[in-house]
């Protein structure tokens, strides 16, 4: 810049409250929380949760949960155990607490009567679970006993296509 256009801009950004600058930031950075009163269809998914916190795994998820629902006027559903912080600003319309139906801290076998009787009673389009130790033992045996189609290993997904890495990732 020449030394004219410097000195405007100097003169222009002396002229600025920097509080009320950095105040909208803040404002216009904090996600906005989506609700669907009534949506066409349902998004569940169950996000790896950490000391009541989602895990990264479990943010992303919500997040690919959200992708879908947008794609045609649906809503997320996180099915969790107990409080979550920071499902809605991770992509949750709602919450079902499946603790009230598990028989401890650690129930395989709980959860998975409980995700099936969910797919069964609320009929989402899609059920998503994290590719983890626990998400992925958990999504196969809620397949098998529900006898859905299982998609494992997903790394990309879009309101079109699911894919997974090529043989060898390549």
Not at 9 to 18: E, M, Q
Request: net charge neutral; charged share 25%.
């Amino acid at each position: 810049l020449d030394r004219a256009a410097r000195e405007a801009r100097a003169g222009a950004l002396a002229g600025v409250d920097a509080a009320q600058h950095f105040d909208r930031i803040e404002r216009d950075d904090v996600p906005r929380l989506r609700l669907v009163p009534e949506p066409a269809y349902l998004v569940a998914a169950v996000p790896d949760v950490s000391g009541g916190r989602l895990t990264p795994h479990g943010r992303q998820l919500l997040g690919a949960a959200r992708i879908l629902a947008d794609a045609g006027g649906g809503a997320v559903v996180a099915l969790v155990a107990g409080p979550v912080s920071g499902l809605g600003e991770a992509g949750a319309d709602r919450m079902i607490d499946a603790a009230p139906h598990l028989s401890a801290a650690f129930d395989p076998e709980g959860w998975c009567a409980f995700a099936a009787a969910m797919l069964r009673s609320m009929g989402p389009r899609h059920m998503l679970f994290c590719e983890s130790v626990d998400g992925g033992d958990l999504a196969r045996r809620v397949a098998a006993a529900s006898g859905e189609a299982l998609f494992a290993a997903a790394e990309s997904l879009t309101p079109r296509a699911v894919t997974r890495a090529a043989k060898g990732r390549r």
